[in-house]
C-alpha cells in the first residue's frame, strides 16, 4: 500500500508539474463553464418560463455537474496522449505499482478540477445563485461533484488507453458536451417529450445536478422523476460507485497489457 501511494504521488507530481508548464488548456477548459453560465444564463434565460435570476440559479448547480462529467473528456486525452507519446511504455519498464499510473493521473485531474470550479462557484454567486442548504449541504454537494468527476476521469483514463490515439480522443472527447444536453443540467427535464425524459432522467448527470440543487436548497427533486432523480443524493452516489468499479479494473488492466 505504501508503495502504491508513493508511486502514484510520483505521478501525481509529473501531472502537476505538466499542467504547470502548460496551463494553458486547463484556463480554457475551466473558462467554458463560466462562459456557458454568462451566455446561457442572459441568452438563454430569458426565453424559458422561469425569470433569469431563477434559472441562472437554476443553471449553476447544472453546469457544475457537466464540469464533473468533464472528467471523461480530460481523462481520454490524457491517457491517449501519454501512450502515443511513449511515455506509457517508460513508466511500463519501471519497477512501479501497475495502479499507481492511472491512480495518479485521476488524482492529479481531481485535484485540478477542485480548484478550477472556483471561478465558475464566484460568478454563480455574482449572477444571483445562492446556497439555501447551509454548509453542510454545500461540503456534501462539493464532495459529490468530486466524487462523480474522479468517476468520470476513470471512464475517460480507461477510454483513453484503449484508443491510444491522441487525436482520435480529442475528436471522440468533443462529443462528449453532448451528454449534459441529454440531461436536467441545462433545463428541467419535466418539460421534455416521455421518451426523451426518460433518457435524461437517467443520465448520470441529471442525479447529479438534482442533487447539487437539493443539498443547495436550490430547487427539490421532482416528485414524479425517475428513482435516481426523485433520490439525486443517493442516485448519484450510486452511479459514482457503479462508474468505478467497473472502470478502475478495466483501466488498471488495459493499463498493465499496454506492453502486449
Given at each position: 500500500?505504501?508503495?502504491?501511494?508513493?508511486?502514484?504521488?510520483?505521478?501525481?507530481?509529473?501531472?502537476?508539474?505538466?499542467?504547470?508548464?502548460?496551463?494553458?488548456?486547463?484556463?480554457?477548459?475551466?473558462?467554458?463553464?463560466?462562459?456557458?453560465?454568462l451566455?446561457?444564463?442572459?441568452?438563454?434565460?430569458?426565453?424559458?418560463?422561469?425569470?433569469?435570476?431563477?434559472?441562472?440559479?437554476?443553471?449553476?448547480?447544472?453546469?457544475?455537474?457537466?464540469?464533473?462529467?468533464?472528467?471523461?473528456?480530460?481523462?481520454?486525452?490524457?491517457?491517449?496522449?501519454?501512450?502515443?507519446?511513449?511515455?506509457?511504455?517508460r513508466?511500463?519498464?519501471?519497477?512501479?505499482?501497475?495502479?499507481?499510473?492511472?491512480?495518479?493521473?485521476?488524482?492529479?485531474?481531481?485535484?485540478?478540477?477542485?480548484?478550477?470550479?472556483?471561478?465558475?462557484?464566484?460568478?454563480?454567486?455574482?449572477?444571483?445563485?445562492?446556497i439555501?442548504?447551509?454548509?453542510?449541504?454545500?461540503?456534501?454537494?462539493?464532495?459529490?461533484?468530486?466524487?462523480?468527476?474522479?468517476?468520470?476521469?476513470?471512464?475517460?483514463?480507461?477510454?483513453?488507453?484503449?484508443?491510444?490515439n491522441?487525436?482520435?480522443?480529442?475528436?471522440?472527447?468533443?462529443?462528449?458536451?453532448?451528454?449534459?444536453?441529454?440531461?436536467?443540467?441545462?433545463?428541467?427535464?419535466?418539460?421534455?417529450p416521455?421518451?426523451?425524459?426518460?433518457?435524461?432522467?437517467?443520465?448520470?448527470?441529471?442525479?447529479?445536478?438534482?442533487?447539487?440543487?437539493?443539498?443547495?436548497?436550490?430547487?427539490?427533486?421532482?416528485?414524479?422523476?425517475?428513482?435516481?432523480?426523485?433520490?439525486?443524493?443517493?442516485?448519484?452516489?450510486?452511479?459514482?460507485?457503479l462508474?468505478?468499479?467497473?472502470?478502475?479494473?478495466?483501466?488498471?488492466?488495459?493499463?498493465?497489457?499496454?506492453?502486449?
Amino acid at each position: 500500500m505504501n508503495a502504491i501511494a508513493y508511486d502514484s504521488g510520483a505521478v501525481l507530481g509529473r501531472h502537476l508539474q505538466r499542467i504547470r508548464h502548460a496551463p494553458g488548456v486547463v484556463i480554457l477548459t475551466q473558462a467554458m463553464p463560466v462562459n456557458m453560465l454568462l451566455f446561457f444564463g442572459y441568452v438563454f434565460g430569458s426565453a424559458l418560463a422561469m425569470p433569469g435570476e431563477q434559472y441562472r440559479a437554476y443553471l449553476v448547480p447544472g453546469l457544475l455537474a457537466a464540469t464533473a462529467a468533464g472528467g471523461i473528456m480530460t481523462g481520454m486525452f490524457q491517457a491517449s496522449q501519454d501512450v502515443q507519446r511513449g511515455v506509457m511504455d517508460r513508466f511500463l519498464t519501471l519497477p512501479m505499482s501497475r495502479v499507481a499510473v492511472p491512480l495518479g493521473q485521476t488524482a492529479a485531474d481531481l485535484l485540478t478540477t477542485a480548484a478550477g470550479m472556483v471561478p465558475l462557484l464566484l460568478v454563480g454567486l455574482a449572477v444571483g445563485w445562492r446556497i439555501e442548504g447551509g454548509v453542510l449541504g454545500a461540503l456534501g454537494a462539493l464532495g459529490l461533484l468530486l466524487l462523480f468527476r474522479f468517476a468520470a476521469n476513470w471512464v475517460g483514463t480507461y477510454l483513453g488507453l484503449l484508443i491510444r490515439n491522441e487525436e482520435a480522443a480529442g475528436q471522440l472527447g468533443a462529443t462528449t458536451f453532448i451528454l449534459p444536453l441529454l440531461s436536467n443540467a441545462y433545463i428541467p427535464a419535466e418539460g421534455l417529450p416521455g421518451w426523451l425524459r426518460v433518457v435524461a432522467e437517467w443520465n448520470p448527470i441529471s442525479a447529479l445536478a438534482a442533487a447539487v440543487r437539493d443539498l443547495c436548497g436550490n430547487a427539490a427533486p421532482a416528485a414524479d422523476a425517475a428513482w435516481p432523480v426523485a433520490h439525486p443524493v443517493a442516485g448519484s452516489l450510486l452511479w459514482s460507485l457503479l462508474l468505478l468499479a467497473l472502470f478502475v479494473p478495466l483501466a488498471v488492466r488495459r493499463y498493465a497489457r499496454s506492453d502486449a
